[in-house]
């Protein structure tokens, strides 16, 4: 806000503390702290005249210098102001004291030197200073002081520190004489007159217009919204609660915003008044409506966000239901999208997302009804106007796809799987029906991709076994996740075939519907939020477990913790894992956090924050599923990395496949340079081991030397005489 629209709003606000009902000095200090923003200035001050009229008293102070310790008890002969009524005083570059005359702003007055001398005492570098009349007499002094550096005394503030004067003269001798609002109607004119907001004062009970200050009167726009807000006020059955609320008028005309406020006063003739102010608020409503676009709008795309979706399709549906119709949600996911980011770069990706954006636009009924819901998925709601062209729509989009791509002059092909769920048919909640489409697009890529398909019957069971496992998950999670469970899993040293460590991996002993693996829940708990929880406690058992295989003859042991992409993501996962270190005493060295290799590329100057935020705890960092997102190994360069573990997809065939050899050998080599350990996951025959131990790996994980199981278990295994294969 800019500072004249600031002068304004001050002097609006303050004008509605005439008929405040607290004391003079709460008043007072009311309205220099609010003053002071518009002011800026380092302390304002309220002084009066000692009984017996030869000293200085503090009334008010704001914050700033001790006003209260150096400005009490000075001698007022030393303090009046030198030939007017108001007067400016500062220390000029040259060191001396200037005063100038408020009525003759550029011309410089005679200084005795004693306000110099008391602004040396301040280190104030401007002193602006107004008397205060109470029934003809000089009784107080309202001041306003600045001690850092060079300040601005324009003309404008000069006038503005007078027309504050004046007020508080107004409110003391209201106090004084429990008479009028105001002494004067001329002061009152002057002052709401100076006010850059519209002002209109009307009789309480008959309406009559009693005033109109410049600005109102000088302006149509203004006039017209305040009369206007002022008819509906008086022909409302509530008019007392109105009278309380702020309303916004829009001038079509001028393109204007005004805010318009309504207060009650006491007019100079003792007759109760509403005061309308109205206030220019074009800009604010302009920042309102950048912040409300930002809010629901993709910032790539131009396309509405997930939040704007989840909005619309819920005042479609009720609409649709109470016009007995139907629409449609149409869920799509492009089709092996990852190999246009990763053979291309991640620019031409986004080129792509925009291309189809606006391809979903162009196609007529979906224009204002496409989201993008993130990544690579569209939503498309099919209103009941458009559902009989729902299969033209679908046609459409599927001859949209089966087009290619211009990208980087050359073409590409980039198809979609698109799910359909029609409401309220299949569901009317919002959540559920998109959770619908969401399932019929699965379908559609298990189909071979590249098509669609609708949601049907056949399908309701996996839905309702979801809805249980996320009902059941979220109970588990309220009480004390004591349902679920820490497995561990070996990783042997090839050399020696000693168990050097272990991975902790969560299990899920639900009460209502059993032993569940990993992949029947954890991508569900990521989608849900709650996988944050779930990711803390295992960390927490993991390390109570770790100490304890520490202090009983196993000082040297680690154990592996994943932290899940959404864990990594929490801005306080650094101080989550300290506190945890810390919790349960474990030695943090022997912990190895472990973070996947689609977080890493994700933002690699936040995840080097985050790494060296968690490596300065202790812990050692390994980088999990190496091998499955970009296989780019310029980034493990950047990343401090202790253990780096290849993606068991790389195992599977590595005895027929040289690539697979290839690659592994690689990533030792690397590995060696960057001074870094190699875990390889997935290792199932005594073929593979030979292969790895020949390529020169580290560490191996997997079924052949152990599968997950409890505590008691793995010790019993690996602690107490595990035999060699």
């Not at 009317?428 to 669609?452: L, P, Q, S």
């Not at 990395?641 to 040289?658: A, C, G, Q, R, S």
Request: hydrophobic share 35%; with cysteine.
């Amino acid at each position: 806000m800019d500072e004249i629209n600031v002068k304004d709003e001050v002097l609006s606000e303050v004008v509605q503390s005439l008929e405040s009902d607290q004391t003079f000095q709460e008043i007072v200090y009311s309205i220099s702290e609010n003053v002071n923003r518009y002011l800026k200035a380092d302390g304002i001050s309220l002084l009066q005249i000692s009984a017996d009229g030869k000293k200085l008293e503090t009334v008010i102070h704001t914050e700033g210098i001790n006003h209260k310790v150096i400005l009490s008890n000075v001698s007022v002969d030393k303090f009046k102001p030198a030939g007017s009524e108001l007067r400016i005083s500062y220390i000029g570059e040259d060191g001396k004291g200037h005063c100038y005359s408020i009525s003759e702003p550029d011309k410089e007055c005679e200084d005795s030197g004693i306000v110099t001398s008391i602004l040396n005492q301040l280190g104030v570098t401007t002193f602006i200073t107004a008397p205060i009349h109470i029934n003809g007499i000089k009784a107080m002094y309202f001041v306003v002081s600045h001690d850092k550096g060079s300040y601005e005394c324009s003309r404008e503030r000069v006038r503005f520190v007078k027309d504050i004067s004046k007020l508080i003269q107004s409110i003391a001798q209201r106090k004084v004489t429990k008479n009028s609002l105001l002494s004067s109607y001329e002061v009152l004119k002057s002052i709401l007159s100076s006010i850059g907001s519209g002002i209109i004062v009307c009789n309480r009970s008959t309406g009559n217009i009693l005033f109109e200050n410049d600005v109102a009167s000088g302006c149509a726009e203004i006039r017209d919204s305040i009369k206007e807000s002022l008819k509906d006020l008086f022909a409302s059955e509530d008019m007392e609660e109105r009278i309380n609320y702020a309303v916004e008028r829009y001038n079509t005309d001028s393109g204007i915003w005004f805010e318009i406020k309504f207060s009650e006063l006491t007019w100079i003739d003792g007759s109760p008044v509403i005061v309308c102010t109205a206030l220019d608020i074009t800009q604010k409503k302009k920042n309102q409506q950048k912040i409300e676009y930002q809010a629901h709008n993709d910032f790539l795309t131009g396309l509405y966000n997930r939040m704007k979706c989840e909005g619309d399709l819920r005042r479609i549906i009720k609409n649709t239901v109470k016009q007995d119709k139907k629409g449609a949600v149409l869920f799509i996911d492009l089709d092996n999208f990852k190999h246009i980011n990763d053979g291309l770069g991640h620019q031409y990706g986004d080129i792509l997302l925009q291309q189809i954006a606006a391809g979903l636009q162009s196609i007529p009924g979906l224009r204002d009804h496409c989201y993008r819901m993130g990544g690579d998925e569209f939503v498309v709601i099919v209103t009941p106007e458009n559902y009989e062209s729902l299969d033209r729509i679908t046609t459409n989009i599927k001859a949209m796809f089966n087009k290619p791509w211009y990208l980087m002059e050359t073409e590409y092909f980039c198809t979609m799987s698109m799910g359909i769920a029609v409401f309220p048919d299949d569901s009317r909640d919002v959540h559920e029906i998109t959770r619908m489409a969401d399932v019929a697009m699965y379908e559609a890529k298990k189909g071979g991709k590249n098509g669609f398909t609708y949601y049907s019957d056949s399908e309701q069971q996996n839905t309702a076994k979801r809805l249980d496992i996320e009902n059941s998950m979220r109970q588990a999670i309220a009480t004390d996740i004591d349902e679920f469970v820490v497995f561990y899993q070996p990783v042997v040293d090839v050399i020696t075939e000693e168990c050097a460590s272990c991975e902790a991996l969560v299990r899920w002993d639900s009460k209502s519907l059993g032993f569940m693996a990993p992949g029947d829940f954890i991508p569900l708990a990521e989608y849900l939020g709650l996988i944050t929880s779930i990711g803390d406690y295992v960390l927490e058992e993991a390390c109570l477990q770790c100490k304890y295989w520490n202090d009983n003859g196993h000082p040297d042991f680690r154990i592996n913790v994943n932290l899940s992409v959404v864990q990594l993501l929490q801005k306080d996962v650094v101080d989550v894992v300290k506190r945890t270190l810390e919790k349960t005493g474990v030695n943090p060295s022997n912990i190895v956090l472990e973070i996947t290799e689609s977080f890493a590329i994700n933002d690699m100057d936040r995840v080097l924050t985050i790494i060296m935020g968690l490596k300065e705890l202790g812990p050692k960092i390994a980088l999990d599923d190496f091998g499955t997102g970009y296989s780019s190994l310029n980034y493990i360069k950047q990343l401090p990395l202790d253990i780096i573990k290849v993606d068991k997809t790389f195992i599977d065939d590595i005895v027929e496949d040289d690539y697979a050899q290839a690659f592994v050998k690689l990533i030792v080599d690397l590995s060696k340079t960057i001074g870094s350990k190699i875990v390889v996951e997935g290792v199932e025959h005594k073929e593979q081991l030979d292969i790895l131990k020949e390529l020169g790996v580290d560490y191996i994980q997997g079924y052949y030397y152990g599968k997950p199981v409890p505590s008691n278990e793995f010790e019993e295994i690996n602690f107490r005489g595990r035999n060699s294969k």
